[in-house]
């Protein structure tokens, strides 16, 4: 039986080279950085201790984060998917997630998550506005 566990520690009382292995980790995921050499450096970090703790320190994502999941129902026409994600684009909603199934008889459902912790407009307003986008025979929260 391991005694490992985790813990969920503020970053102000830990070892500054902690938020640099972090601040490495995000330059190369957003491919702000191309290798390691470049991470490291901008975070100033050295090497050994971005490889000593890349898979062992981790940001915290907080769970309180406004999520919208809607499911539409939308016509199997070109553009139309296009056109919702425009205007999801247009208030400010970012995607998370977008499932759609196969169509068939002429139309697709479509799952979409969106975070509008940064829109433009209400959940409701949001709802209205891609009721009103052609092509979309329904929408609603989840």
Not at 58 to 86: C, K, Q
Not at 101 to 114: E, H, L, N, R, Y
Request: charged share 25%.
């Amino acid at each position: 039986m391991s005694n490992e566990f985790y813990m969920l520690v503020n970053s102000k009382v830990l070892p500054e080279v902690f938020r640099g292995v972090i601040a490495a980790k995000e330059l190369l995921a957003t491919g702000k950085a191309s290798n390691v050499s470049k991470a490291v450096k901008s975070a100033g970090i050295s090497r050994s201790a971005f490889y000593k703790y890349k898979d062992n320190v981790f940001r915290y994502e907080t769970t309180d984060r406004h999520e919208l999941t809607m499911n539409a129902i939308l016509t199997d026409r070109s553009g139309v998917l296009s056109a919702m994600t425009a205007v999801l684009s247009e208030y400010g909603a970012n995607i998370l997630t977008v499932n759609q199934s196969k169509p068939v008889d002429g139309t697709a459902a479509v799952s979409i998550t969106v975070r509008t912790d940064n829109a433009k407009i209400s959940v409701s307003e949001l709802l209205s506005r891609l009721k009103t986008v052609e092509g979309i025979i329904s929408i609603k929260e989840v």
